[in-house]
């Protein structure tokens, strides 16, 4: 007993002071603040910055490659604390929260197959999907799995739902989506034209409910020109100009344009 | 006799990836570029042959004549570390560049059963300190030249049509498969040459 204490003990000590000397030849100088900075930042190492950890974040920041404000996660209070160990001024972080571009739930949109296979959305992709429209939802749950933070759950008809309170704008679950049908987008912004799929109006009208048919009744009807037609055949709303107006979200005859403020109300009532 | 049978048998004969299948993390991992495969083989090479020295010294002068075998797997573990942490140090200083590229897969080393694989096999085999270092360094030989061989092939992979559900670790796990159906033509050399 007391000699396995002894060899392990010695053995330790020997290597320990080994490397110690080692660490101390072959030292590299680190600027402080990095270490600073990694203890402020929230230590998620969510990658939602597009830096591998936080680490990488804080040395990007002191090489100056990235802005002080680059965590998203962290908001504004790990901007300012970053902004004061690097001595500038830290402007507002813009809150971003993920959008699913997609409403062909089960019952809007039905599965012509069944799929029995492996639970990601990037076999069955593979294979197609089952509910006919090649751009929509898969309904797998991949970016629900992905999401660190609990703000994702699937609905009961198969539709990812973001829950905005929680997310932190990390953009797991846009990288998990074999489709990109998941964005980043300004949490201030309320209207959201939930479709991607560029085949024309008959044809999207033949295995979705909610699709967008590209009438351009939303392109007419915004004041502010915010709307426009991608390769003719679907609305996209350019969130710089839109101003939460929801004129458009009562002309969609389709219901694919959505305000989140409206449901909110409404749920409030 | 003895010395050409363990450089041939660590480098082809029973070469760690192609034959025993140990070591395969780092060496799917890392494969993807000849230099970062070359920085692999060079950290693998010092890990095995010191660590293989140190732990038979450590087995022949303390763990043996104390009857201490059942801390084999802990003790030899930490001199792995050691040497690992070691590598760690040095090439963050001398190689940044390659120090990044390796990532996580460096600190692996320590987990890397090829390196562990080797210096049990030396306590099973009963060879002395030198043997043993040479055993392992030719065990690190072997490994090396696995990984810089398959390093090749996946480099012209970016030149290829790959169908994509093969892509990446699948292509790369039937790519060993296949060189380790090549590498069984080594099996009797040995006996070929020598008898």
């Known amino acids: ?269 | 006799m003895e010395i050409i049978a363990i450089i041939l048998g660590g480098v082809l004969i029973n070469n760690f990836v192609f034959m025993q299948y140990l070591g395969l993390c780092p060496f799917v991992g890392v494969s993807r570029q000849l230099e970062t495969a070359l920085g692999m083989s060079g950290a693998v090479v010092f890990v095995m042959t010191m660590a293989s020295a140190v732990t038979a010294a450590l087995e022949i002068y303390v763990l043996a004549p104390l009857g201490l075998g059942y801390l084999r797997t802990i003790a030899y573990i930490l001199v792995i570390a050691s040497f690992v942490q070691l590598v760690e140090i040095f090439m963050k200083k001398a190689a940044p560049g390659l120090y990044k590229a390796l990532g996580i897969y460096l600190p692996l080393i320590t987990t890397n059963c090829a390196v562990l694989g080797v210096t049990m096999l030396n306590v099973r085999r009963s060879y002395g300190i030198l043997l043993s270092t040479l055993n392992g360094l030719a065990g690190a030989l072997g490994w090396s030249l696995a990984i810089i061989i398959f390093a090749g092939i996946r480099e012209r992979w970016r030149l290829m049509d790959i169908p994509k559900t093969l892509e990446g670790f699948p292509l790369a796990l039937i790519s060993t498969g296949l060189m380790s159906l090549a590498f069984l033509g080594f099996q009797n050399l040995f006996k070929a040459a020598f008898h």
Do not use: W
């Not at chain 1, 001595?87 to 012509?112: I, K, L, N």
């Not at chain 1, 992709?125 to 992905?146: N, W």
């Not at chain 1, 049908?181 to 991607?196: F, M, N, Y």
């Open chain 1, 1 to 269: 007993m007391i000699e396995a204490i002894l060899t392990m003990g010695i053995s330790g000590l020997a290597f320990g002071v080994l490397l110690g000397v080692a660490a101390r030849k072959f030292r590299v100088e680190q600027d402080p603040r990095v270490s600073r900075i990694i203890e402020v930042l929230p230590g998620a190492n969510c990658g939602g910055c597009g830096y591998p950890g936080c680490s990488g974040l804080a040395a990007a920041i002191v090489a100056g490659q990235a802005p002080v404000n680059a965590c998203t996660v962290g908001g504004n209070t790990v901007a300012e604390k970053v902004a004061g160990i690097m001595g500038v001024q830290a402007s507002a972080v813009t809150a971003r929260v993920a959008m699913v571009y997609c409403q062909g739930s089960r019952d809007v949109a039905e599965p012509r197959a069944e799929y029995v296979g492996i639970e990601a959305c990037r076999a069955l992709d593979q294979l197609g999907g089952v509910k006919g429209c090649p751009y929509g939802c898969l309904g797998l749950g991949s970016c629900v799995k992905a999401c660190k933070f609990g703000a994702m759950y699937m609905s009961s008809q198969g539709i990812p739902v973001v829950i905005r309170e929680k997310c932190t704008g990390c953009g797991a679950c846009v990288k998990a989506c074999p489709r990109k049908l998941i964005e980043l987008v300004p949490a201030d912004k309320q209207v959201h034209i939930l479709c991607r799929s560029y085949d024309k109006g008959p044809v999207v009208r033949k295995y979705c409910k909610v699709g967008c048919i590209a009438c351009q009744a939303c392109v007419r009807a915004c004041p502010l020109k915010a709307i426009s037609m991608d390769r003719g055949t679907l609305a996209r709303i350019d969130y710089s100009l839109c101003d939460n107006c929801e004129i458009c979200v009562s002309k969609c005859p389709v219901k694919t344009i959505v305000s989140y403020k409206l449901r909110e109300e409404k749920a409030v009532s």
